[in-house]
């Protein structure tokens, strides 16, 4: 069974920050991708930022692109989103992804965390 957990999400004031994190947990071969995704209210799930195994070049959503930053930890198999300079328009359910290889299966699979809530509002 391969969990996705999230922590880190809560109420800003506009311009405020936050962090978030995601470990996946389990029984897995390895994980490969991971990243972030958010649904606003009556909107659909959009992609925030994604990252590669090799902490390569990240790949951000334009509306959050020089204000979100995200990393990992591939030793704990931890995704995390730096969110700054925030703004009314990024209050959403934030969602964690990730691709992983499970034990003997040549396949790779989708996870999705449970989401956590961000809020900005003076």
């Known amino acids: 069974q391969v969990q996705l957990v999230e922590s880190g999400g809560g109420s800003v004031q506009p311009g405020g920050s936050l962090r978030l994190s995601c470990t996946a947990s389990?029984?897995?071969?390895?994980?490969?991708?991971m990243g972030w995704y958010r649904q606003p209210p009556g909107k659909e799930r959009e992609l925030v930022a994604t990252?590669?195994?090799?902490?390569?070049?990240?790949d951000y959503a334009n509306s959050v692109k020089d204000r979100f930053t995200i990393s990992r930890d591939n030793a704990k198999n931890t995704v995390y989103l730096q969110l700054n300079t925030l703004q009314a328009g990024d209050k959403a359910v934030y969602f964690c992804?990730?691709?992983?290889?499970?034990?003997?299966?040549?396949?790779?699979?989708?996870?999705w965390g449970q989401g956590t809530q961000v809020t900005v509002s003076s």
């Open positions: 992804n990730a691709k992983i290889f499970l034990v003997a299966s040549p396949f790779e699979y989708d996870y």
């Open positions: 990252l590669g195994t090799e902490n390569g070049d990240p």
């Open positions: 389990g029984s897995f071969n390895r994980v490969e991708t």
